[in-house]
């Protein structure tokens, strides 16, 4: 896989309660990911920038809500999510991975 496609699959981590919560429990990361990204993509692409060891990928795209804008409806655009399952052991921390890329 090339490695400049690998550096943009990832759009950014997703910090939440709920995201929160599987990182205690389940050792898992989620991820908002490009729209055409597939599994072995978004596992390579974890690896690469966070140096740890990928245990499964899950994906699901969320459709966008309609909204109105005054007379006219909208729609917001769709997200994709990967949730990233780590190996026992490996963890990532977010805010040293942010720092790291501000000083690049």
């Not at 692409?45 to 969320?62: D, K, N, P």
């Given at each position: 896989m090339n490695q400049q496609r690998l550096m943009k699959v990832i759009l950014a981590p997703i910090v939440s309660e709920?995201?929160?919560?599987?990182?205690?429990?389940?050792?898992?990361?989620?991820?908002?990911?490009?729209?055409?990204?597939?599994?072995?993509?978004?596992?390579?692409?974890?690896?690469?920038?966070?140096?740890?060891?990928?245990?499964?990928?899950?994906?699901?795209?969320?459709?966008?809500?309609?909204?109105?804008?005054?007379?006219?409806l909208g729609r917001r655009s769709d997200v994709k999510k990967a949730y990233v399952t780590l190996v026992a052991g490996q963890e990532i921390d977010i805010d040293a991975a942010a720092a790291a890329a501000d000083k690049e």
């Open positions: 709920k995201s929160n919560l599987l990182a205690e429990l389940r050792n898992q990361m989620a991820f908002k990911v490009l729209p055409n990204a597939n599994k072995t993509e978004i596992k390579a692409a974890v690896e690469l920038l966070f140096g740890v060891q990928v245990a499964s990928v899950t994906t699901v795209t969320v459709k966008g809500k309609v909204k109105r804008f005054g007379r006219t």
